[in-house]
């Protein structure tokens, strides 16, 4: 990324006096190549799928066996991070100028990122991967169905959607927060490497940062745009009888593209907001509604032992690798779990770091990974436990139903709810919540990209948003052509690869930063001077005043 134009210099505007554009810039030279790569991507994929998915996979098998261990030390890595700078004289830092107030109550700030961080996800995987789990045991060590395998299910659930990816989403909106509201820098996400950019060579590194998140962000949401179409297409064959095909999915991905693209256009306070507290309630009365009709003794006592079980379980499972075989199981499991968080951090993060200002790093990090962690444990409890009650008793011959059996997992989450009153009701509840959820996502997504090739800029020109909303669902549409979800899967994982080195790198730009801020560096600010003793991007020589067509 070459520097903001407000660090140009020009015959109207020097660095201390920067000017005010009519529309908020465009960085063409980010936009054309990330544009350009995302359109031949595209091209291959419509004339050549079948090559596009043999390349694919022979690339995942190289990422998966060489490196899929940096996957697993990542993340966990990234839970010690930040867990280490809440709890440490770090967490009294305030994201922000010393005076400065969150601009969102809390709820509507949990439901807001909770919304936008994971929403298709939960839905499509709240039955779907307990009762996989259990039919087919992570570690191989019980028998199917046994309460062993119970237990092992949703150790496995919690951990694939509990502390590990909310801390790879924390640690990176808590670098693009500081480095936005608390040094006051120009530029974006990658304005948050500054500590370790210098001269032209770090505007160069900056922008190929950014278009390395345009990339991470479309291919993960891509994959978020699969699933919730496959469920969608599941939900209305369920309920009307619609046929379970390509097209369908298709047809639904591209009709809900214009309607993410139109909420992403309107802006945060009108569109993200106001979807993510619908959801929020509606979600909830789901949740609720299972609770009182399910088997809710067991669910009570599955939640504190699920809880305890995976607090148990989390060391063995945070550095489990193939290194003693099931590699096949890492890759379709966790690996693609952590890539896809992984993709999703550019988004995410910068969501994130866009509604926490205000607060501080103890409580971003609290919020960002406890509260929904703890959401997930409720959830899956609800939802997983139910489902794995269901399952068992089939198993055992004591009735139930055979929801593991059926072939496609988009219709599993409705099987389930056939065997509760009201199916029909609940069923049309779950598509509208994974259509909501589908555009609030994609919603924040298209806005993220739009700001990174727009020099970071809250707002971006809304042409923009449109064409990385359109092209985001292109991506989807074409990686279903190729080979439906493990298309989709397998792309993320590859997309995820560089980008967690990025991510490693950014950390240590945020540490750097931190052990230099003034909340810890002194006991109050020099007198005299409100914005003492901050630095901004233009005390950085990566992002020094360049020539215009820089």
């Known amino acids: 990324m070459s520097a903001p134009p407000e660090h140009r210099s020009d015959t109207s505007a020097t660095p201390s006096s920067p000017p005010s554009p009519a529309r908020p810039p465009v960085d063409r030279r980010t936009f054309a190549v990330a544009a350009g790569v995302v359109i031949l991507f595209l091209l291959v994929g419509a004339v050549w799928p079948t090559q596009l998915k043999a390349g694919a996979d022979a690339v995942l098998e190289v990422v998966v066996q060489d490196f899929g261990w940096a996957f697993v030390l990542g993340a966990t890595g990234f ?86 990816p909310w801390a790879i989403y924390a640690v ?81 991905i591209a009709v809900l593209t214009v309607c993410f693209v139109v909420s992403a256009i309107s802006g945060i306070e009108r569109g993200i907001k106001w979807l993510s507290n619908t959801n929020m309630v509606l979600a909830l009365a789901l949740l609720f509604f299972l609770f009182v ?13 699920s809880l305890g079980n995976y607090l148990t379980a989390l060391p063995h499972m945070a550095t489990r690798t193939g290194a003693f075989g099931g590699t096949d199981w890492l890759s379709a499991w966790t690996l693609f779990y952590w890539a896809w968080w992984v993709s999703w951090t550019p988004f995410v993060g910068a969501f994130l770091a866009k509604i926490s200002k205000g607060r501080t790093i103890r409580e971003f990090v609290i919020g960002v990974m406890l509260v929904p962690t703890a959401v997930s444990l409720v959830w899956f409890s609800v939802l997983g436990g139910a489902a794995i009650d269901l399952q068992r008793r089939f198993v055992e011959g004591t009735g139930g139903a055979d929801i593991a059996g059926i072939a496609d997992q988009e219709s599993q989450m409705f099987t389930f709810l056939d065997q509760f009153p009201w199916a029909g009701f609940t069923s049309v509840l779950v598509v509208v ?26 707002e971006p020109q809304k042409w923009l948003t449109a064409v990385w909303g359109a092209l985001m669902g292109l991506v989807a549409i074409v990686l279903f052509f ?40 002194t006991q109050k600010r020099r007198s005299g001077d409100r914005r003492d003793p901050r630095v901004t991007a233009i005390d950085h020589d990566w992002a020094s005043p360049v020539r215009s067509e820089d």
Do not use: C
């Not at 500590?195 to 940062?209: D, K, W």
């Not at 009709?293 to 032992?305: E, I, K, S």
């Not at 919540?433 to 809250?458: E, H, N, P, Q, R």
């Open 79 to 164: 839970v010690v991070l930040a867990l280490v700078l809440a709890f440490s004289r770090y967490g009294r830092i305030r994201l922000g100028r010393d005076e400065d107030r969150p601009e969102h109550s809390r709820a509507s700030w949990v439901a807001m990122m909770f919304s936008a961080g994971m929403g298709i996800g939960l839905m499509f995987y709240g039955v779907t991967e307990p009762v996989t789990h259990l039919m087919t045991v992570p570690q191989g060590d019980a028998e199917p169905g046994s309460q062993a395998a119970a237990r092992e299910a949703m150790d496995y659930s919690l951990f694939h959607w509990g502390l590990h």
């Open 172 to 252: 990176v909106g808590l670098a693009l927060a500081y480095s936005s509201y608390r040094k006051e820098r120009a530029g974006g996400f990658s304005a948050a490497f500054a500590p370790l950019l210098r001269g032209r060579r770090g505007r160069g590194a900056a922008r190929v940062i950014d278009v390395f998140a345009i990339f991470a962000t479309l291919f993960g949401s891509a994959v978020s745009l699969g699933l919730g179409a496959a469920q969608m297409n599941g939900g209305l064959t369920e309920v009307f009888g619609v046929p379970n095909s390509t097209t369908v999915k298709v047809a639904i």
């Open 293 to 305: 009709v399910g088997p809710t003794v067991f669910v009570l006592d599955l939640v504190p032992a």
């Open 433 to 458: 919540l994974v259509a909501i959820f589908f555009v609030s996502g994609a919603d924040a997504s298209s806005i993220v990209m739009g700001s990174l090739s727009s020099y970071g800029v809250d």
């Open 482 to 521: 190729a080979g439906g979800l493990e298309a989709l899967q397998d792309i993320t994982i590859i997309a995820a690869a560089p980008f967690l080195v990025l991510m490693v790198v950014m950390a240590v730009a945020l540490v750097k930063d931190l052990v230099r801020d003034p909340a810890v560096t």
